[in-house]
């Protein structure tokens, strides 16, 4: 009988047939490496013809990978609720498709999955984070980063007491914290984070916040900035409600 892989690993992706190859291949590469079973799991979110060929060409020549995919976008939450449901690993892991946190990073979720948290969650604004940026962006650090600073503590006030970052796209959950958080998801983009870790707290699971390099490559417009966070408040009295009605027990 073959046994489940101790590790599975979801990224969710929507386009970018640019820098898929090299980030597939990396992933790929670090998964190889490890000294237990693993499985990926790409889902491919609604993403154009070029993309597509590019996930179900890299799963065709490896073991252990497959490609989910939604025919429309959905939005990142539905894509990584579909993968977490899909795995069948002891620990499931997700991570973004640019590999903005390296591989390795990965390795630091699972540790602490290991060593008894039920949800492990990257924090970058820890003293021990690190960030590689360029110095066009160092504005960021000013003003986008500062309303960031100001939504999370609107976050802990609101539904999550101790989570530092809660917006962090590398998660990780055992199987059963995941088979208890997902089938409650309710938001599909800008809040999924917020309310699987608000779903998680309500069932007691322990979270566990860890320092992590991170690469900040691109920088969003102020537009698009401010959309995403009203967006984001919108899904916060979302969960807020939904827990008020009882969805979550």
């Known amino acids: 009988m073959t046994s489940l892989p101790h590790l599975s690993v979801i990224v969710p992706a929507y386009d970018g047939e640019d820098r898929l190859p090299a980030a597939l291949s990396q992933l790929g590469a670090w998964l190889d490496a490890l000294p237990y079973r693993s499985e990926l799991i790409i889902v491919d979110d609604g993403s154009g013809p070029a993309a597509a060929q590019v996930m179900a060409g ?25 993968g977490m449901l899909a795995a069948t690993g002891e620990l499931r892991v997700f991570t973004d498709a640019d590999l903005a946190y390296p591989p390795s990073e990965i390795g ?52 999550l007491r101790d989570v530092r970052d809660s917006q962090a796209g590398l998660k990780g959950f055992t199987a059963r914290a995941a088979e208890t958080v997902f089938p409650r998801l309710t938001i599909a983009r800008f809040g999924f984070d917020v309310e699987a870790l608000f779903i998680a707290q309500l069932h007691g699971f322990t979270v566990r916040q860890t320092a992590v390099f991170f690469r900040y490559d691109e920088e969003p417009t102020t537009i698009k900035f401010t959309q995403s966070v009203v967006a984001m408040l919108a899904d916060l009295l979302h969960v807020r409600w939904n827990h008020l009605r009882g969805s979550y027990r």
């Not at 065709?60 to 995919?69: E, F, I, K, P």
């Not at 066009?136 to 980063?145: C, D, G, I, Q, V």
């Open 58 to 82: 890299f799963a065709d020549g490896r073991a252990h990978t497959r490609v989910l995919r939604n025919e429309a976008n959905l939005g990142k939450g539905a894509a990584v609720a579909k």
């Open 108 to 159: 630091k979720i699972v540790t602490d999955l290991e060593s008894g948290a039920d949800v492990a969650i990257a924090c970058r604004v820890l003293p021990e984070s690190r960030y590689l940026m360029s110095p066009s962006f160092f504005h960021y650090l000013y003003t986008r980063h500062l309303m960031s600073r100001v939504f999370n503590l609107i976050v802990r006030g609101l539904l």
